[in-house]
């Protein structure tokens, strides 16, 4: 592994393993979880000027108007994607952004299929993703309140940015037994939610207060 994915520094497993112990405090309890966080370069997802905060517990900048969620939320949304089975085939990732979430899903899932509306962000993520060189993951570039039809329905659907409600195309590509991981709400008064599909409609649970970019529709 080149010393850029391995870090140096304030990007060095040392300090990637103090972010670890925090997780675990904060109560991720998911070991291959924690260990795949452990072991991914989060440092390489972003502008060189900030990597050396890339293993703080807090969202950063990556251009474009959006962010790279904090450590503790990345994991909360996929532990909670991820469930007591552990384990999924398909998932669906609504906002690839700088390709973090991505990344961490892809060695956890079979497979990820991944919507991203702005393309420049969607190239960066390629790039980034490409180094670790991940072969199950799919990505387009459209409009995330549309979903992938193509593929669905979908195991699990993991959400990066706040509707106000939460788009009924994205409800209708949920298997039934699959879960969704969305922040929704307004600005300032999110909550992330699990919503879990049933053979008679869909179960809503509020997990904690969340701040999320805005979900917008359309294409960049």
């Known amino acids: ?9 304030m990007t060095s497993l040392r300090t990637r ?3 670890i112990k925090r997780l675990a405090e904060q109560g991720i309890t998911n070991n291959r ?3 795949i966080m452990r ?12 990597s050396s905060r890339a293993y703080e517990d807090t969202a950063l900048p990556i251009g474009y108007n959006q962010t790279i969620s904090q450590p503790y939320i990345v994991a909360k949304m996929t532990e909670v994607l991820l469930g007591k089975v552990g384990h999924l085939k398909k998932v669906l990732e609504i906002g690839t952004g700088c390709g973090y979430q991505t990344a961490i899903l ?17 190239r960066k993520a390629k790039h980034h993703i490409g180094e670790l060189r ?12 549309l979903g992938w039809l193509d593929y669905a329905p979908y195991d699990g659907i993991l959400v990066s940015a706040a509707p106000a409600e939460i788009p009924s195309q994205l409800l209708a590509q949920l298997a039934i037994g699959g879960v969704m991981v969305i922040p929704t709400g307004s600005s300032g008064m999110q909550v992330l939610q699990r919503i879990t599909r049933t053979p008679s409609g869909y179960e ?11 979900f917008l529709s359309g294409t960049e």
């Open 33 to 35: 979880l924690l260990e």
């Open 106 to 122: 892809a060695q956890l899932v079979d497979h990820v299929y991944s919507v991203e509306r702005i393309l420049p962000l969607q």
């Open 204 to 214: 809503k649970e509020n997990l904690e207060p969340v701040t999320f970019v805005p």
């Open 39 to 50: 072991d991914t370069p989060r440092h390489i997802f972003m502008d060189e000027a900030l």
């Open 134 to 145: 991940f072969k199950n993951i799919s990505y387009m570039h459209g409009d995330g309140t």
């Open 17 to 19: 393993e103090r972010m």
């Open 1 to 9: 592994m080149s010393i850029c994915l391995q870090g140096i520094g």
